[in-house]
């Protein structure tokens, strides 16, 4: 079965620093990947998706992820945080018929 | 969004209660979803539902059950409640002809078991 891992537990940036937040899977073949983020206090909320195509996917809010079959990642990545980035970031990788979360990122940013 | 709701939103219980935690939608989506999210852990799937007639463990079944009472609701009962079910509990709701595995979810149910 596939499993994600999230090396970054917890990040502290201040704000305009750029974010690159780590995500590996563990098998390779056809992935469909995700990211998702959770405001303080709020539910998870899609911030972008691979499924084919250009490896370079852009999502909501400046986000963008690459996907890099040859290392297995998808890192996510923003030139320029902002305080309200402040969230907990999951990567998510399908499996058959579900979606495996990593265990999470939490990002403060700081004014 | 409101799309997907979740009762109650927070619920402190005893040791050895039954408890029940609702979910409904209103996407039309077919295919639901419990989790559980505890810090440093993540998401972790209870149980899954592609139609009323299809249920699934997840990674984390023991000491749950569900029921897919319609296509719009999928409830998760904890049948006697034990201190490390104390999570936070979100349901999830996905469009299998969509096509794309998005996933949907709800506002979440904070449960403290004393």
Not at chain 1, 63 to 88: C, G, H, M, Y
Request: hydrophobic share 35%; aromatic share 14%; net charge positive.
């Amino acid at each position: 079965a596939q499993s994600v891992s999230q090396h970054n537990h917890h990040v502290i940036l201040s704000e305009a620093a750029s974010l690159e937040l780590g995500c590996n899977y563990s098998y390779g073949g056809t992935v469909n990947l995700f990211w998702y983020v959770q405001y303080p206090g709020q539910h998870l909320q899609l911030l972008l998706k691979y499924f084919s195509g250009d490896p370079l996917v852009k999502g909501i809010k400046g986000f963008e992820a690459e996907f890099i079959k040859s290392k297995f990642s998808f890192n996510l990545r923003k030139p320029s945080v902002q305080w309200s980035d402040t969230a907990e970031y999951f990567c998510a990788v399908k499996d058959t018929d579900k979606l495996i979360f990593g265990t999470g990122t939490r990002l403060q940013v700081f004014p | 969004d409101a799309d997907v709701t979740q009762t109650p939103r927070n619920r402190i219980t005893k040791t050895g209660k039954r408890i029940m935690l609702e979910c409904s939608q209103t996407k039309g989506h077919d295919r639901m979803y419990w989790y559980r999210q505890d810090p440093g852990l993540g998401l972790r799937l209870i149980y899954y539902s592609f139609d009323v007639k299809d249920i699934n463990k997840g990674e984390i079944s023991d000491g749950y059950s569900v029921s897919r009472q319609a296509q719009a609701k999928f409830s998760l009962s904890l049948e006697s409640a034990i201190p490390n079910q104390t999570a936070l509990y979100f349901c999830a709701t996905s469009d299998f002809l969509a096509s794309t595995d998005t996933q949907y979810f709800g506002p979440g149910t904070r449960l403290t078991v004393l």
